[in-house]
């Protein structure tokens, strides 16, 4: 049965590897699933046909067969349970990795996406100054958490997991704002993620939905 997910038509984030279409397309990548990709505009989002998919109005959503599903980490979790890739076969080791999964969605990226509001879209409020700073302490709080856990390891618990995966995809959010510089650790665990290459091929399938048309 064919994949077919769905991603926006245009990203918001020009083809960076933010959008979270980006983070389904990298676990299809590393469990070798091939699949198709269903564009949607922000328009077709909150149609009928799109919210009987996505309750929410989002993207992106999966399909295979009679299968729907949405939500990043209920997609990944589905691929990895269903094909040998991004988690262990130890029972243990397993369940650790799918901890990390909701650790980085649950625990990380709350904080995170809370800073990017604040940074890019609440400059012209009246709580701005005041706010950014608590924001800015919550995040440096996870991200000292992470590194002290992390350590010198390659990877979060033992070989490359879907727990990495959502965490290195959550920490992507960063890199704009420079702030991961101040935790090399982390910084080169990101760099691994992206060095993987599954996720350089998953990045170039969504940069060129998003870039520019050449002149011919």
């Known amino acids: 049965m064919t994949i077919t997910i769905t991603a926006f038509e245009r990203s918001p984030d020009g083809g960076k590897g933010l959008a979270r ?120 709080q996870r991200l000292d958490q992470l590194s002290d856990r992390l350590g010198d390891a390659d990877w979060l618990d033992g070989a490359f997991s879907a727990g990495d995966l959502m965490m290195v995809s959550v920490l992507l959010r960063l890199k704009p704002s420079g702030m991961l510089d101040g935790h090399p650790k982390l910084a080169a665990y990101v760099a691994r993620g992206e060095a993987r290459p599954a996720y350089k091929r998953a990045f170039a399938a969504q940069l060129a939905v998003n870039s520019p048309p050449v002149a011919g």
């Open 21 to 140: 279409d980006t983070r389904v397309r990298w676990a299809l990548e590393e469990v070798g699933q091939p699949y198709n990709v269903r564009l949607v505009s922000f328009a077709a989002m909150k149609e009928p046909a799109h919210l009987a998919l996505h309750p929410f109005g989002q993207i992106p959503t999966y399909q295979e067969g009679d299968l729907a599903l949405f939500e990043t980490g209920a997609i990944v979790l589905h691929l990895a349970e269903r094909h040998v890739g991004l988690l262990p076969d130890d029972a243990n080791a397993r369940a650790r990795a799918i901890a990390w999964m909701f650790a980085a969605l649950n625990t990380v990226e709350p904080p995170i996406l809370e800073f990017a509001t604040a940074r890019l879209f609440e400059r012209d409020k009246p709580w701005h100054e005041a706010r950014l700073p608590l924001v800015d302490d919550r995040v440096r």
